[in-house]
């Protein structure tokens, strides 16, 4: 059962943002660094946003992170059809010890 | 550019075992830990723990301890997976992720920073169906 929890999924046009949510606690979010995955249908996930608000090389500035408290937000600008995938967060929890995962969140463009 | 290719689906019977290869190109495979993760069918994404590419030492999550076990052949820069008396709910896709967070040593990969900052690339997956 993931201890980070998404909306289950979100949708807007060709062109509009949208945000995704992780809300999880202080022995995760609140403590330690949130990444971002972007899953697209049938492949690996894939790393888009690490360290709270960092972007890996070739990840274009559409996507961005942030955090406040326990809670992380990925957003995403001019949304095209091919950004349709399933999106997770994830972060390490210091209770478990383990690294978690949200729930994933499907984004319909 | 840096790859992890996965060895390729497997069918197994329920009792039997199955080991999956993660090889690692375009960097020195030493230098980061292994982690390897797992996603039941239309499901999340779930961390089963990780392994220092430099010792050969694993680490379990809780859930992965017993039945699972990560090893290396670092002649060939790779990490394996096997699993062992093949439970039908181990049907799954098993991806093994580098974790750019941390830097194996001869102790561990992780000091101030923990697993999971960074896992970046990821295997392309390697599906296992357990099915009489």
């Known amino acids: 059962q993931s201890v980070l929890t998404q909306p289950p999924s979100v949708s807007a046009a060709p062109g509009q943002k949208v945000t995704i949510s992780c809300s999880g606690s202080?022995?995760?979010?609140?403590?330690?660094?949130v990444s971002w995955y972007q899953q697209l249908p049938g492949t690996a996930p894939k790393l888009l946003i690490y360290e709270d608000n960092k972007r890996p090389s070739g990840i274009p500035d559409r996507f961005s992170g942030s955090k406040s408290g326990t809670s992380a937000t990925l957003g995403i600008t001019g949304l095209q059809t091919g950004d349709e995938a399933d999106y997770y967060c994830?972060?390490?929890?210091?209770?478990?010890?383990?690294?978690?995962f949200g729930t994933g969140t499907k984004v319909t463009v | 550019q840096v790859h992890l290719v996965q060895s390729g689906s497997e069918l197994k019977k329920p009792g039997a075992s199955v080991k999956i290869s993660c090889k690692a190109s375009?960097?020195?495979?030493?230098?980061?830990?292994m982690n390897w993760v797992r996603q039941a069918p239309g499901q999340g994404l779930e961390w089963m723990g990780w392994i220092n590419t430099n010792t050969g030492n694993p680490t379990y999550a809780q859930g992965f301890t017993g039945r699972f076990v990560f090893f290396l052949d670092t002649s060939v820069s790779t990490a394996y997976l096997q699993i062992s008396s093949l439970k039908a709910e181990d049907t799954a896709v098993y991806y093994c992720v580098r974790d750019l967070g941390g830097y194996c040593g001869s102790s561990s990969c992780y000091g101030a920073a923990p697993p999971g900052n960074w896992f970046d690339p990821w295997g392309q997956g390697t599906l296992v169906t357990v099915s009489s």
């Open positions: 202080s022995s995760n979010i609140g403590n330690n660094y």
């Open positions: 994830g972060s390490w929890d210091s209770s478990l010890p383990a690294v978690v």
């Open positions: 375009g960097y020195t495979f030493s230098t980061y830990p």
